[in-house]
């Protein structure tokens, strides 16, 4: 994967640490650069060493980080610069979203609105990779399947219309969004972040989703089709850099999907 080209760029540049070849928890990442056109380079994807740099960064930093996703940030300076590692889905985009204008301007605590919906959806991002790991996430799927298949049934009819159904209610009270976006009128990370989920969602569970889809149309079809379409995102899909659904946090088994 070749840096992202975009804006002119002249802050601090930017090296995604992530696993190769899936989407999985660096695509929050990668979709806040897309978003905003801003060059960063996927060290694990420029090719076979790629992923022994990403090993060895996060291991050498100070403190090491416990697994990627991970940020390698450098800044220059006259004294020749230096460069930090930020680990954590949500702490990297709670450091990217003011710096990327994906937060909006002037209100302190909308920084911790557009924060708490990010975690949230994440936290929906979780529950979904649990369903095919619910016992031990070293062991593979097939060593857990009689409790995948309980897990699968709770989420689906408890857990994904529980996180729906608020999702839904903030985009109808967020009147200034029109249906559109989470905060304010403008995208945020937790437009991202939400729209990533429900992709992958999708991915694993569609029976399910096209069976309660009419039940969250601001959610399901107003909100999801517009961040699909900002520019940077539709630029994104369309270049061939996003990286498909596989074997990642979320899996597609039909027996899942009931």
């Known amino acids: ?14 090296e995604l640490l992530y696993h190769p070849e ?16 801003t060059p960063y380079i996927d060290v694990s994807n420029q090719g076979k060493a790629g992923y022994k740099k990403v ?3 996060i291991t ?9 996703p991970a940020l390698l940030i450098h800044y220059e300076g006259h ?3 230096s460069s930090v590692v930020i680990s954590q889905t949500p702490n990297i985009l709670l450091y990217l979203g003011p710096k990327l204008g994906l937060v909006p301007e002037g209100d302190e605590t909308a920084l911790y609105y557009v924060n708490g ?6 936290d929906m991002c979780n529950e979904a990779h649990d369903v095919h790991h619910p016992i031990d996430v070293e062991k593979y799927y097939e060593e857990q399947k009689p409790e995948a298949m309980k897990k699968s049934y709770a989420f689906r009819k408890k ?6 159904a608020y999702f839904e209610t903030v985009l109808t009270k967020n009147t200034e969004g029109d249906g559109k976006y989470l905060v304010g009128n403008r995208l945020t990370y937790a437009d991202t972040t939400l729209w990533q989920v429900l992709e992958g969602i999708d991915f694993a569970f569609p029976n399910t989703i096209r069976k309660i889809s009419k039940n969250y149309p601001v959610l399901l079809s107003k909100f999801r089709e517009n961040i699909k379409d ?8 369309s270049s061939g850099r996003r990286r498909p659904f596989s074997i990642g946090v979320f899996r597609h088994y039909p027996e899942l999907d009931v």
């Open 1 to 14: 994967m070749t840096p992202r080209q975009g804006k002119y760029h002249t802050g601090p540049k930017y």
């Open 117 to 122: 919906l990010a975690l949230t959806a994440l």
């Open 22 to 37: 899936i989407p999985g928890r660096g695509e929050y990442v990668r979709l806040v650069f897309e978003a905003t056109g």
């Open 79 to 81: 004294d020749g610069g």
């Open 159 to 164: 857990r994904i219309p529980k996180f729906f």
């Open 60 to 68: 050498e930093a100070n403190p090491p980080a416990f697994a990627p």
């Open 230 to 237: 900002q520019k940077g995102i539709s630029e994104y899909i």
């Open 55 to 57: 090993e060895q960064t």
